[in-house]
């Protein structure tokens, strides 16, 4: 009999399960492998890696880049394996007890939702309107009533597309006195970003990751930004090392490199444009406004269109009954090539001719 902990065979999992896909749009990933000219700069890089040694160098030069770009400091960064580890460790750090509160919007990123039973605190989910935006005044009240010692948005938000505006983002940090991560993981196609609040409210965390725009997604890099003494209580959570040199070297080329990234970045909001005008107009679609690398549409045979599709070997994401996203199909911006096929197969379908 092996004596797990508490909890341990409850813990809902986040499904990763995946099948050769002749066309992958379900993972909001990119779509396409690194720019030739990093890749080649990035393999280079690797020839000279000393595998023999700890990551020290590597994971400060790092963050020293990353905090230039900002006009941080160093100690205002830190890296995690994917913004994951980073989200992951602070409902940690807010966590531990069932009166530890953590609040955020729902539908949002699922994985909160795990985060926080894994940190043995208690998820209290605010719901979004049903178009999909969050009212930051009832948000506010949520996290003042529920005693929350961590808030946590998405902005854009996944997986409905929806960005929170600024203001609306600066009124939430400015009403509440816990800890207020800002989720930034598709910030780059949206342009709004709450790292310029990070001086002015010292409650405010940002996590962005290098999965999604700089399309790092297999090397598990993302990053914090906050004040040094958040950064210092956090990485207490950390194990010493706990993030491999060839990732961070692959990061630090890709960061240096990150204007090679603009026109995919640009081609990818224009492609979503052009998309979510087709999708339109496809009979029975609901298309949300979306300021990231996907959409979210609403459709009554969701779950059986989802169906023909994984026949056709284009996997998407379907959301079944899930709260607040029941019928609703999230599908990311492929090449323009793929994004053609899925759309054409999604026509025949509500045409009845798939
Ligand atoms: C909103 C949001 N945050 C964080 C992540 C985690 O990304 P990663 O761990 O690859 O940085 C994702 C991934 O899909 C996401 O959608």
């Known amino acids: 009999m092996l004596n797990y902990r508490a ?4 813990r809902p999992v986040y499904d990763v399960t995946e099948r050769p896909w002749k066309i992958k749009v379900n993972a909001n990933e990119c779509n396409m492998n690194l720019p030739p000219l990093v890749e080649e700069r990035v393999m280079a890089r690797l020839s000279h890696v000393a595998f023999n040694r700890y990551p020290n160098e590597e994971y400060d030069d790092l963050c020293e880049q990353i905090a230039r770009n900002f ?9 995690g394996s994917g913004s994951s580890e980073i989200i992951e460790k602070l409902f940690y750090c807010f966590g531990g007890t069932k009166k530890s509160r953590i609040v955020y919007p729902r539908p949002s ?8 039973n894994a940190a043995d605190a208690e ?19 949520t996290v003042k009533e529920s005693g929350a010692n961590l808030a946590v948005v998405c902005n854009p938000n996944n997986p409905t597309g929806t960005g929170i505006p600024l203001r609306d983002v600066e009124y939430i940090a400015e009403k509440i006195d816990c800890a207020f991560l800002v989720d930034e993981a598709y910030v780059e196609f949206y342009g709004q970003s ?8 010292p409650n405010l965390i940002i996590a962005r990751t290098f999965s999604k725009a700089y399309g790092l997604a297999s090397s598990r890099v993302g990053y914090m930004l906050a004040g040094a003494d958040i950064v210092s209580m956090v990485s207490r959570a950390y194990m010493p090392y706990h993030m491999n040199v060839l990732s961070l070297v692959v ?9 090679e990234f603009v026109p995919r970045i640009q081609m990818t909001i224009a492609e979503r444009k052009r998309m979510a005008g087709e999708l339109k107009k496809v009979e029975g679609f609901t298309v949300y406004p979306s300021e990231t690398n996907f959409l979210l549409a609403r459709y009554d045979r969701a779950q059986e269109l989802n169906e023909s599709l994984i026949r056709q070997g284009i996997g998407v994401r379907s959301f079944g009954n899930a709260p607040g996203l029941t019928n609703c199909l999230r599908i990311s ?10 759309l054409k197969a999604i026509r025949l379908f509500a045409e009845g001719r798939d």
């Open 7 to 10: 909890g341990l065979a409850d």
């Open 109 to 116: 990123f699922s994985m909160y939702a795990i985060y926080a």
């Open 194 to 201: 709450a790292v310029g609040l990070l001086k002015k409210y």
């Open 333 to 342: 911006m492929g090449l323009r090539e793929e994004n053609d096929t899925w």
């Open 71 to 79: 006009s941080l400091a160093k100690e205002n960064v830190l890296l």
């Open 123 to 141: 998820g209290v989910p605010v719901e979004l309107e049903e178009d999909y935006t969050l009212d930051a005044e009832r948000f506010v009240k």
């Open 251 to 259: 990061a630090d080329i890709v960061y240096q490199m990150r204007h």
